[in-house]
Structure formats: structure tokens, C-alpha cells
């Protein structure tokens, strides 16, 4: 590989204030360099998330002092390697980038990563744009499908389930033999998944809805949950399924606390948790982690595919993030980072 030339400064979007995207300014920083076990990623794309909206808010698992960098996850191409034999061999290859950790968020055109989990190698075959979104939801998705297995569920729940989490979801779930009941809040939505090949798919603004997801449940014998939405969701779900089951809240769209009676967990034995993607990743052995991003981006072009709506420089991400919040199912905003 020949040597590349790196600039002295950079773009970079800085969260100011945790108000969302108004406080976001565009600056140019110095290009950081990288120590030992450590890589510079100049970054191609990186996409918005919904956590990278909670982010903004200070609504995430971490509240950093700001200004900080947002975006939970990119993609790129390492350009420079501090002293390491890892850290070499990464060098001059396309990678995917952690948002978090070492060098913070990737809403910049370059950033520093620990090659101790703040990189992971991309196929040569995957472009740029699909590597930027090939870790939060791929991995999460894998995620919910190794969990159920594991429970031995034949059916799973899903709420905001028309998101491209929720599309990932159904199209492992087709593929494992898990039926998954999706819950969406739009007649639109219902169609769409329907559209995809989704079997069962409930309008939670829907009259009745109620008493129909606990026929659902009960029929299906769903006793597993993953909820993205929190708020009076959660209990109708909890509610709806049988004894002894679980739902597991990964999200909170709804902006709500979780509401849930008590009675359910005491006299009917149902249980609430939470799913965080990197405490269980931190959770697996190294053998069972390079499996599953092998099997990641094996699935990429078919099931773990995301649709890409629009593509913006990373000058105009408010813009950005503003129309990604009038709309989040109708695919993903890429931010294009040079």
C-alpha cells in the first residue's frame, strides 16, 4: 500500500449541549493520532441511528461531559497504525468502526480506534455504505435470534417492529423458524411488513388491540419479548403474554418510563430485563464473536440488508437527523463523511 497522505485538521460534528440537533456545530480539529494498539480510520459513512438520537438527548447508557463527538458506528479505512503487531495488520483495510470507547463518536472524517474491539474487518466485497451499518443492528438482530434459540422459543415479540432492526429481525427469524408477532403503530406500517413476507404484524393504536395480542400470544405461545418503545407498551405486552414469560426492553422511542404492575411479576411469574448490544457482546467469548460477525456479513446482502433513503454530507447532518426523525422506517440516512 502506498502512503497516504493525512491532512492536519478535519470535519467533525460536535454535540454542545445535550438539546439534540440544534446543538450540533461543524468544526475542523486536528487530526488525531494513533498510540500503541490503536488505528486512524479515515471514515467514510456513518449512518443515524435511534440510539444516536437518545444519545443527543442524554437519554443513552453514557452522559460524557460535552462537547463530545456523536455516532454510534461507521465505517472507513484505516490509514495510519500505532506501534502493535494488531494495529499493523489492519492497516490499509476496510473496516467497520464502534461509535464508542477509544476516540468516542464517529460523525468525523477521521477517527482513532483500539483494534481491541473498536474495529472489526470488513469483506472487500461490502461497500462502504453497508459496512457503515453493519454492527448495531446486524449484531442485534443476531443477538434476539441467539437468545431465542437458546430459550428454545418458537415464537418471539417485537415492538417498533417496521424499523430496520424489525426487518432484520423477521427476515432471521423466517430463516431459524421462529414466527415473530410485530407490533407497529401505523396502518402504513402493517402494510409494509406485510409487503416483506411478516405473517403477523398489530396496529398497537388500533381499538381492540389489546385483547388481540393476547390471542395472539397465547395461540402462538409467545413467552418472549424484545420492546423498543417502553412506556404503557411494555405492560400491555407483559400483560398480553402467557406465565413465565420475559420481555426484554432495548430501547425507550416511546420516552416513557416503563410501566408495569407488579401483580404480573409476583403472582404469574413474568419477568422484565434489559438488552444493552455491548454489555452482552463484552459477555461472549472471542471464538463466539468473530462467528457471529462472520455470519454478519455473510447475511448483509440478503437478510441483514439495510435500505439507504438519503445520503448527506456530514456538513448538513442536521438537516439530517431532522428528516431521519420525521420519518425513521422509510430506511436509513448515511452521513457522508469527506
Request: hydrophobic fraction near 40%.
Amino acid at each position: 500500500m502506498g502512503k497516504i497522505k493525512i491532512p492536519e485538521t478535519m470535519t467533525v460534528a460536535v454535540l454542545n449541549a445535550y438539546e439534540g440537533a440544534d446543538a450540533i456545530s461543524i468544526e475542523r480539529r486536528p487530526v488525531p493520532k494513533p498510540g500503541r494498539d490503536e488505528v486512524l480510520v479515515k471514515v467514510a459513512f456513518s449512518p443515524i441511528n435511534p440510539s444516536d438520537l437518545a444519545t443527543l438527548k442524554g437519554h443513552y447508557g453514557f452522559k460524557d461531559p460535552t462537547p463530545i463527538v456523536p455516532g454510534g458506528e461507521g465505517a472507513g479505512e484505516v490509514v495510519a497504525a500505532g506501534p502493535g503487531f494488531m494495529a499493523n495488520y489492519f492497516l490499509g483495510k476496510k473496516v467497520a468502526c464502534a461509535g464508542w470507547g477509544a476516540g468516542g463518536g464517529v460523525w468525523s472524517e477521521y477517527v482513532v480506534k483500539s483494534v481491541k474491539g473498536g474495529v472489526l474487518p470488513l469483506k472487500k466485497s461490502l461497500s462502504f455504505e453497508q459496512g457503515a451499518m453493519s454492527i448495531i443492528n446486524p449484531l442485534t438482530a443476531m443477538a434476539f435470534i441467539d437468545i431465542s434459540k437458546k430459550g428454545a422459543h418458537k415464537a418471539i415479540l417485537l415492538t417498533a417492529a417496521a424499523s430496520s432492526l424489525g426487518k432484520m429481525v423477521n427476515n432471521l427469524g423466517r430463516k431459524e423458524g421462529i414466527q415473530v408477532v410485530n407490533i407497529v403503530r401505523r396502518d402504513q406500517q402493517v402494510e409494509l411488513l406485510k409487503a416483506q413476507g411478516a405473517e403477523i404484524v398489530l396496529n398497537s393504536n388500533e381499538t381492540g388491540f389489546e385483547e388481540r395480542l393476547h390471542d395472539v400470544c397465547y395461540q402462538t405461545n409467545t413467552r418472549l419479548a424484545f420492546d423498543a418503545v417502553a412506556g404503557e407498551l411494555t405492560n400491555q405486552v407483559l400483560n398480553a403474554m402467557p406465565q413465565d414469560s420475559k420481555v426484554l426492553v432495548f430501547s425507550a422511542l416511546s420516552q416513557q418510563k416503563v410501566q408495569v404492575s407488579p401483580d404480573q411479576l409476583i403472582f404469574e411469574n413474568k419477568m422484565l430485563d434489559g438488552f444493552w448490544l455491548g454489555p452482552w457482546m463484552s459477555n461472549q467469548n472471542v471464538l463466539k464473536i468473530i462467528q457471529l460477525w462472520k455470519r454478519v456479513q455473510k447475511q448483509i446482502p440478503n437478510h441483514l440488508k439495510s435500505e439507504v433513503r438519503k445520503i448527506y454530507p456530514i456538513q448538513e447532518v442536521k438537516e439530517a437527523i431532522h428528516e431521519y426523525t420525521r420519518q425513521m422506517t422509510r430506511g436509513k440516512i448515511l452521513l457522508k463523511m469527506s
